[in-house]
């Protein structure tokens, strides 16, 4: 059984940063991939950023040049670096790990949109509030 804790949200001003962590217990090591979602007040859950095994990384088009996601093998933790935070970053930030063959950016989106996938195949965090204001 894996359980995933995320940490690190919190309240800042546009253009500031924050660093999300995910405290992976259980059997995650190298065999997980591993990403961030996110889902703010009113809207559908989306992909952040996703990393496998080897270290191969995807981000969605608002993030990309803005976030780093990264993980630490030997503590089993998966990171999220946000810069040049935007309002519209503000959501609930959930961790997430699951097994994969493939590409990383086809596992996000196997998540998205395979419930079945989502219930059965993957791990989630109970989320980490991120909260921006102008």
């Known amino acids: 059984q894996v359980h995933l804790v995320e940490s690190g949200g919190g309240s800042v001003q546009a253009g500031r940063s924050l660093k999300l962590s995910c405290a992976a217990s259980g059997t995650i090591g190298s065999r997980y991939y591993m990403g961030w979602f996110r889902q703010a007040p009113g809207k559908e859950r989306e992909g952040v950023a996703s990393?496998?095994?080897?270290?191969?990384?995807s981000y969605a088009a608002p993030v990309k040049g803005r976030f780093t996601i990264s993980r630490d093998y030997a503590d089993d933790t998966l990171y999220l670096q946000m810069n040049t935070l935007k309002p519209e970053d503000t959501a609930m930030y959930f961790c997430?790990?699951?097994?994969?063959?493939?590409?990383?950016?086809?596992?996000?989106?196997?998540?998205?949109?395979?419930?079945?996938?989502?219930?059965?195949?993957?791990?989630w965090g109970k989320g980490t509030l991120v909260t921006i204001s102008s």
């Open positions: 997430v790990a699951g097994l994969w063959l493939g590409s990383v950016s086809d596992w996000m989106k196997r998540i998205d949109t395979d419930k079945n996938y989502r219930r059965d195949m993957s791990y």
């Open positions: 990393i496998s095994v080897d270290g191969s990384t």
